[in-house]
């Protein structure tokens, strides 16, 4: 029973994965201006890395007896690189949800859990990454000169 719940789950991130493939690669078509040579490589790797991931997450559903599904996530669009930020932004946050359902529901599945746990370091390091993109991370630094004490 659990085991059903884990695959639904991972069947909503592998669409999140699908999406990720299509607007990461579109975002890498679309970018203009000074920023496009940073940001078209940086959105083509990220395509790349969900492409990578929902290999992964395919091979997983067969191991459980499912078929993967082959319909994306809603592909958001934009012209504009912060709004792609934003875009890519939840769409991290989506996959990162559908894993943490999926290794709760994976309890006594070693390996899957193992795997889910693999997805869950990627997608909140990807999350980070977009945090700071948009200049969310709320940090400060103790002083403006850092000394070594005597
Ligand atoms: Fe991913």
Redesign the pocket.
């Known amino acids: 029973m659990k085991l059903e719940e884990a695959v639904k789950a991972l069947s909503r991130?592998l669409r999140?994965?699908y999406a990720?493939v299509i607007q990461y690669l579109q975002n890498a078509q679309l970018i203009q201006g000074s920023e496009r040579n940073l940001h078209a490589k940086f959105f083509k790797d990220l395509s790349k890395?969900?492409w990578k991931?929902a290999a992964k997450v395919g091979k997983w559903l067969v191991v459980l007896n499912s078929v993967p599904g082959v319909e994306p996530a809603p592909v958001k669009q934009s012209m504009k690189l912060t709004e792609m930020f934003r875009h890519g932004l939840e769409l991290?946050r989506e996959?990162y949800g559908a894993y943490l359902e999926a290794h709760s529901a994976a309890r006594e599945e070693a390996a899957l859990r193992f795997f889910i746990e693999e997805?869950i370091h990627?997608?909140r390091l990807?999350i980070d990454q977009f945090e700071k993109l948009l200049e969310m991370k709320k940090l400060a630094v103790a002083a403006k000169e850092a000394r070594a004490k005597a």
């Open positions: 991130a999140c994965e990720g890395e969900c991931h991290e996959a997805m990627d997608e990807h």
